[in-house]
Structure formats: structure tokens, C-alpha cells
């Protein structure tokens, strides 16, 4: 009986290490599996946003394509505020009507362009100089100034909304040479001043002038259209009768300009 108890105790003891290597194999092998299995499908994820991200950018760059015949029905900013004002279930009423460039007095694209890119013409997209300047603001501790120009700003106004990004900026400043080569700055200029938002819910220049002032863009004279003009930073705070002093250093830019 003794010898019987000893072999017995003698196989447990023997069998132990056994055992325990077989469950510590065992619990390896999901471990291993686990770390097989996330490198292809974290390629496949990879793969899947490239693909998208390329798709949309596609799509993005076939729209500027269209819109150099076709008006833009709609943006990413009227879809925002829209949309905001459903949430906020806030009254919403969109006036929003296209007219051609001809149609838009030349006071008004003029005091647009001496607001906000008074070297539209002469750059290719991107203002370097402006850019340059806003840099050294930034260093120096200053207030920070943009550094937009209108074909950014179109850009941002049809696919991107209001909202603030480094990831929207990459996207933007790719599809500025597309806009820039596909539309031609008249056609850009056109467009931005029939989607730029005017006010709560009032888009482009037809529907400002006929809001402020009652009057068809065509008609708008040069006091109203600096004074239109000063108000496009900040459409939703600002109102024309306000913006004495800016309105007024406008004009005088457009005189610089030779307008």
C-alpha cells in the first residue's frame, strides 16, 4: 500500500509540469492569434479610409468641374445652418438667389475684393505675401490675422461649412488649384458672391442688397457696398448701418486699388 501511495504521488508530481505547460500553451495561443489577426485588419481600415478620403476629394474636384457651368444649388454652410437652426429649433428662412457677375455692381465686387483679397488677381489661390505677414503677427505675439483669400474661402463655403480644422485645411488647400484652374477667377468670383453668407440666412449678393437696402446687387452703390463689404468677417453679428469705420478704410482701399 505504501509503495502504491509513493508510485502514485510520484506520477502526480511528474505530471504537474506537464499541466502547467499545457495550459500556458494554451493561453498563449489567443495572444498570438489576437496580434495576427489586428495587422490585416487594421490594413484593411487603412485602406478603406485612403479609398474614402480619395473618393470624396473626387468628387469634391468633379463638382468644381460642374460648377463652371452649373450655379451651385446649395452649400456646406446653408446644410449647416440648417441644420443648426433644426436642433436649436430656431425660426430658419434661406434667401438665396444666383445672378450672373453682370448683374453685381462693380462697386460691390470691387469692395469685396479690397475687404477680403485685395490681390485676388495677381495670386494663384494662395497669398504668400499675406500669409507671410500673418506668420510673423502670430510670432510676434500679435492678434492673429487671416490670411484667406477668396478662392479659400469658396472652397471652404461649398464642401467644408464654418468649421475649423487642420484636417479641413489640408483638404481645402488641395482643392484650391483645382478651383483656381477649373473655374478662372471670374467664375470664382461669381460664385462667391452668390453662396458667401450675408447674414442669417441670407446668402450672395442679390439677396444682401435687396435685404439691407431694397435694391437689386446691380444697383447697389459704392457707400452700401463697403458697407456690405464690412460685414462678411462676421455675417452674423454684423450689420451694415454698424460698420462706419471699417466701411470707411474699405473705400479707401478700393481708392488705393484705383477703383
Known amino acids: 500500500m505504501c509503495q502504491r501511495s509513493q508510485q502514485q504521488a510520484t506520477t502526480r508530481t511528474d505530471t504537474a509540469p506537464a499541466i502547467i505547460l499545457n495550459v500556458a500553451a ?21 485602406r478603406w479610409l485612403v479609398t ?45 438667389t444666383f445672378v450672373p457677375l453682370n448683374q453685381i455692381s462693380p462697386d460691390l465686387q470691387h469692395a469685396v ?11 494663384h489661390g494662395f497669398d504668400w505675401h499675406e500669409i507671410e505677414i500673418a506668420a510673423e503677427d502670430d510670432l510676434d505675439g500679435g492678434r492673429s490675422r487671416g490670411a484667406s483669400t477668396i478662392t479659400q474661402q469658396l472652397v471652404k463655403n461649398l464642401f467644408f461649412g464654418t ?28 460664385i462667391y458672391l452668390n453662396v458667401v ?9 442679390e439677396s444682401a442688397s435687396r435685404y439691407y437696402y431694397g435694391t437689386e ?3 447697389t452703390g459704392r457707400q452700401e457696398a463697403a458697407r456690405l463689404a464690412a460685414i462678411l468677417p462676421a455675417p452674423l453679428k454684423r450689420r451694415p448701418e454698424r460698420m462706419n469705420n471699417y466701411s470707411a478704410l474699405i473705400l479707401e482701399r478700393m481708392r488705393q486699388l484705383g477703383w
Open 26 to 46: 494554451r493561453s498563449e495561443i489567443p495572444t498570438f492569434s489576437r496580434r495576427k489577426g489586428f495587422l490585416p485588419c487594421l490594413r484593411i481600415l487603412v
Open 52 to 96: 474614402g478620403a480619395v473618393l470624396l476629394w473626387s468628387g469634391a474636384a468633379l463638382t468644381l468641374l460642374a460648377a463652371r457651368w452649373i450655379d451651385p444649388p446649395s452649400t456646406a454652410v446653408h446644410v449647416q445652418r440648417r441644420f443648426q437652426a433644426w436642433i436649436r429649433r430656431t425660426p430658419y428662412h434661406e434667401r438665396y
Open 113 to 123: 475684393i479690397a475687404a477680403e483679397d485685395a490681390r485676388f488677381y495677381q495670386h
Open 163 to 190: 468649421g475649423r480644422s487642420y484636417l479641413r485645411k489640408g483638404a481645402e488647400a488641395t482643392l484650391v488649384p483645382v478651383a483656381e484652374f477649373v473655374l478662372g477667377k471670374r467664375r470664382i468670383l461669381e
Open 197 to 205: 453668407e450675408w447674414g442669417p440666412g441670407i446668402y450672395g449678393a
Open 217 to 219: 446687387a446691380r444697383n
